[in-house]
């Protein structure tokens, strides 16, 4: 593993690093770096990104058209390549958000029964 | 997917970026530097992978590893610039020959004919089987009743020759076809300029109407642009010209000279002066025909047949049972192509074999190669390359290869193109169609990658089975070659030894059919010997005719050999119809009579049919021809004396085989033909002679005086030391001093005509002897290669050995054995497939058996000499090999 933190961190499920990514771009354009420290921060730093499995993401999801990219400058005056959502990108997230909201559901009652 | 929309350094630099970031949000956290940079690359994880997976995702590696490989290919090949040189030069070779023997096939045998919907074209062909005769011709009445048969759409006889034209800038002598009106519209051809006939005109005689080709538009009438509606006079008869062929119309003929059609003249083939449209006056062919759209051959073929036995019925006087008259629908294309086909497909089949040989031969060189980069490969392979990326290596190296040699050898083809046509005989059909177009060249690529795979399989395969340990291990030797290698190789040269003793075989029976042709008992003697053509006028009424009669033609006939007797060097003069021509005729200068015996009664379809010449009695000792028994005729046989006849041998062997044919009498005409000859009598056999045929030495044949019988299509033959340049002029004056209006033309010695009646023959035997000289050549270096491989791998045993006191000459023979068992294990299977190959080849062989164990046995021995000397080399160099250096070769 690369990283050595203090806590465990939990390991993403496959498939739903695209999800995230999505979801975080809804707020406007971000770079790739943006979009880690997003996500880690959003989970309130639970979920594990290994920064690196960020990029070849971007690039399926450019190449499906569901994000666009275009280099500019950060914040902080770097060149940087920012990645927008585009119109199919927005419909693939509101049905990736749906199916996920099924699924959770669909697994939660499951051990919830198992619990009771 | 396989072309990259992102480059991999803008991906690098996004990475790069995203590091940049990191560190900077790092150093605000109160990180230094260091640390920042070195915890932001932790987070990130492995740079490379996420670059190789990028790599991957966004293009096809197999691309790119094809690219790799062409790469270092390329750089393999130009590293040993001999080897490339050898190799690309023997592909060039096979591919270059290859693809020249195709453009012919393809413009022969594949293409349509140039006409539109040509799967509708017929030749319709009417045979008597009964009597043993085929392609007897059709009657006028016959023509109609098929073109009203509902079966075919037009049907058209196409007859012609040549023809006098005045009326252009100066009188020429252009050969002319003689169709009904319908001819275009059944094509489906047009005119560039005017109109063409109306196809429904019935006119029974020559309409008044003629087109002419571009050709003579552009050359005797210079391109007149008021060329329609000019007068132009065809033997004294006139005519007007109404319209101009297109430069690429071209009649459906077999060759050059029948395809060169310059006018066209619509008749009805009923009016003078053809005879009188009777059933059994079987006299046009060919026929052609266009199949009414929607019906197959098949049922065209049965629908005819229905109304050929109708027709039996109806008129059983004219269409004897015995005679079973048949019409037979053969697609034009086949009868234009003619038998070449089966030339063609043995030179196609030739040049495919000497194209495999070549693979075979690369694919050896190859090998040895490959064996000594077998250290390369095993090395590769340990740190951790595919076997299939191996095998794809050196299959791309095979496949550069043959694509350079495919490319040089099309280049060489078509630098030579010019040259090359040149050497191929004009009587090839549809020569002027033959190109360098995209199915040649789609050929030539095609046959490029297969010789590519197959010669680029055979290391390739090799490649994938090493043993790693072995190669490994064989410490510092650049050359191990394992001893499936070995064998491989020694299965090859095997191969390529069967593969060039069939070619040579296949070139063996065919050199021997020539040399058989050309030992031939002529039974003529065609030294010294010339012909020049004249032609008297056939004007449309015979009643013009000034020449219609013997009597009428033999002063003319008489004063031209008188006066052709004065030119210089002539020492003997005589005249003939064109079918007295020997060999230097087409078909349509034979004259095919019925033949009536008197005493036996014949039906008037049943009739044998014989070839007759006419000529002068000086003909037979002009051309040395030798008179068994009788007498021939001479001056005195004229037109007041009784007709007589002179038989060759066959005629007598044929007619009267138990029987004097001195004596009886004998007469040939056209059924309905409305002049009447009296009865001949044979006066004299003469010794067969190949006038008609070389190949053929039995033919049926007759000769008439000249003076008794009347004919058109003069040919005037003169023996003696002649000036063949001078001749022709000298002999025109001369007749056109008796006759003005005469044209004279067509000289040829008649060697000239003796070498283009071999010349197809001539053709296909040299590019057979040619490719199986290159394939000799290529089995030589072949051995070559393996035995001298042999000897160096063995230096070390070898010097061994001698060092043991082994004798030299002992060692020379354990060589040379190892060399004689692949050359005869080669034979041996060539043999078999010879064998095989002859039997196909059977029909353009004479007078030699396919088996023929002469052939058979020294061409196996000439195989076996080459490869011996091609292992002696590499075997002396053994010899001399010093014990002392040969035991310190490691």
Redesign the interface.
């Known amino acids: 593993m ?2 050595q933190d203090t806590r465990e961190r939990l390991e993403l499920l496959q498939g739903t690093l695209d999800l995230l990514i999505l979801r975080t771009l809804i707020f406007g354009a971000q ?4 979009i ?2 997003a996500i880690q921060q959003t989970s309130d730093e639970e979920l594990l990104v ?4 960020l ?2 993401a971007l ?2 999801l450019e ?1 499906r058209k569901w994000i666009s990219a275009k280099w500019g400058i ?1 914040r ?1 005056n ?4 920012f990645y927008t959502l585009t119109a199919a990108g927005r419909k693939q997230l509101v049905r990736e958000t749906s199916k996920w909201n099924r699924l959770t559901a669909a697994i939660g009652r499951i051990l919830e029964s198992e619990e009771g | ?1 396989w072309r990259r ?2 480059k991999a350094s803008d ?1 690098g ?3 790069e ?2 590091i ?3 560190t ?2 790092l150093q605000e956290q109160g990180f230094s530097y260091e640390d920042a940079r070195s915890a932001a690359r ?6 490379t ?2 670059q190789e ?2 790599y991957e ?2 293009r096809w590696p197999e691309w790119d590893h094809f690219w790799q490989d062409g790469r270092y290919a390329a750089r393999m090949l130009r590293k040993s610039p001999g080897f490339t040189a050898i190799a690309v030069l023997t592909i060039a070779l096979g591919i270059g020959a290859a693809t020249a023997i195709f453009s012919v096939v393809d413009a022969t045998l594949l293409h349509p004919l140039p006409y539109p919907h040509p799967e509708q074209l017929v030749s319709v062909i009417d045979d008597l089987p009964g009597v043993g005769a085929q392609d007897v011709g059709m009657s006028v009445p016959e023509w109609h009743d098929f073109a009203r048969s509902g079966i075919f759409e037009y049907v058209s006889p196409l007859g012609g020759g040549d023809v006098n034209l005045t009326g252009s800038s100066q009188p020429t002598r252009i050969l002319f076809a003689a169709v009904p009106p319908n001819y275009f519209a059944l094509l489906g051809a047009e005119p560039e300029l005017g109109r063409s006939f109306n196809p429904e005109d019935a006119t029974p005689g020559f309409t008044l109407e003629v087109l002419i080709s571009d050709r003579l538009w552009k050359g005797a009438f210079a391109s007149d642009p008021r060329i329609l509606g000019k007068n132009i006079r065809l033997d004294n008869d006139l005519y007007q010209i109404i319209g101009v062929m297109p430069a690429g119309f071209h009649d459906p003929g077999r060759t050059a000279a029948e395809r060169s059609t310059e006018l066209w003249l619509a008749t009805g083939f009923a009016g003078p002066p053809a005879p009188d449209p009777l059933r059994a006056s079987h006299f046009l062919a060919p026929v052609i025909a266009r199949i009414k759209p929607g019906l197959t051959m098949v049922e065209a073929q049965s629908g005819l047949d229905a109304l050929v036995a109708s027709l039996q019925n109806e008129f059983p006087e004219d269409y004897p049972l015995q005679s079973a008259w048949r019409v037979r629908l053969v697609p034009l294309k086949q009868t234009v192509v003619g038998d070449v086909r089966q030339s063609l497909i043995m030179l196609l089949g030739a040049v495919g074999l000497v194209l495999l040989i070549g693979c075979v031969n690369v694919a050896n060189l190859l090998l040895a190669r490959a064996s000594a980069r077998g250290r390369e490969m095993a090395v590769r392979q340990a740190l951790g390359a595919e076997r299939s990326r191996l095998v794809w290596q050196l299959l791309s190296e095979g496949l550069l290869l043959s694509l350079l040699g495919g490319i040089v050898g099309i280049a060489i083809l078509f630098c030579a193109k010019e040259f090359l046509l040149r050497i191929v005989p004009d009587s090839l059909p549809r020569l002027n169609e033959v190109s360098i177009s995209w199915p040649v060249l789609l050929f030539a690529l095609l046959a490029t990658v297969i010789a590519g795979v197959i010669f680029g399989l055979a290391p390739a395969w090799h490649a994938g089975r090493v043993d790693l340990n072995y190669m490994l291990k064989q410490e510092g030797r650049g050359s191990t070659g394992s001893g499936e290698q070995a064998r491989t190789r020694r299965v090859l040269v095997v191969t390529e030894f069967a593969l060039s003793l069939v070619l040579m075989i296949a070139a063996g029976l065919l050199l021997r059919s020539f040399a058989d042709l050309l030992q031939v008992q002529l039974g003529f003697n065609p030294q010294n010997v010339l012909a020049v053509r004249t032609w008297l006028p056939i004007p449309n009424d015979p009643a013009t005719d000034i020449y219609r009669t013997p009597a009428q033609a033999a002063p003319f006939l008489r004063e031209v050999l008188r006066r052709g007797r004065t030119l210089p060097g002539v020492e003997e003069i005589a005249m003939g119809d064109s079918a007295a021509l020997p060999l230097g005729h087409g078909r349509e200068d034979l004259n095919r009579y019925p033949l009536l015996m008197e005493g036996r009664e014949a039906p008037s379809n049943g009739a044998p049919l014989v070839d007759a010449s006419i000529v002068t009695p000086g003909y037979f000792h002009l051309l040395g021809m030798t008179l068994l028994r009788g007498r021939l005729f001479g001056e005195a046989d004229d037109e007041k004396a009784p007709a007589v006849v002179v038989i060759n041998e066959t005629f007598a062997r044929t007619y009267w085989p138990n029987e004097n044919p001195v004596g009886q009498r004998i007469k040939i005409r056209m059924p309905g033909d409305r002049t009447t000859f009296a009865w001949n009598t044979v006066v004299g056999v003469l010794a067969d002679s190949r006038t008609e045929s070389l190949t053929d030495p039995s033919v049926p044949e007759m000769y008439m005086s000249l003076y008794q019988r009347p004919a058109k299509d003069l040919a005037i033959f003169m023996r003696g030391r002649l000036d063949a340049a001078a001749i022709p002029v000298e002999l025109r004056e001369q007749v056109q001093a008796v006759n003005p209006e005469l044209p004279v033309f067509g000289a040829q010695t008649l060697h000239e005509a003796l070498a283009g009646s071999l010349a197809a023959r001539r053709f296909s035997m040299e590019i057979v002897g040619l490719f199986a000289l290159t394939a000799l050549l290529l089995a030589g270096m072949g051995i070559y290669g393996v035995i001298s491989y042999l000897v160096s791998e063995r230096t070390h045993e070898i010097g061994i050995r001698l060092a043991l006191g082994a004798q030299r000459h002992r060692i020379l023979q354990m060589i040379l054995r190892q060399g004689l068992g692949l050359a005869i294990a080669g034979a041996a299977i060539g043999l078999v497939g010879a064998l095989i190959v002859a039997h196909l080849m059977a029909g353009v062989l004479y007078g030699v058996r396919p088996a023929d164990p002469v052939t058979f046995g020294v061409v196996a021995l000439l195989l076996i000499a080459v490869a011996l000397l091609a292992c002696y080399i590499p075997a002396r160099r053994a010899i001399r090999v010093d014990p002392l250096v040969a035991l310190r070769h490691e």
């Open positions: 690369t990283t770079h790739g770096q943006g880690a420290r290994e920064h690196g499995a990029y070849p690039q399926r190449e950060s902080n770097r060149k940087a390549r | 997917m929309t992102r991906f630099a996004e990475i970026a995203h940049a970031l990191e900077e949000r932790l987070t990130f994880g492995n740079v992978r996420v997976r990028f995702a966004s």
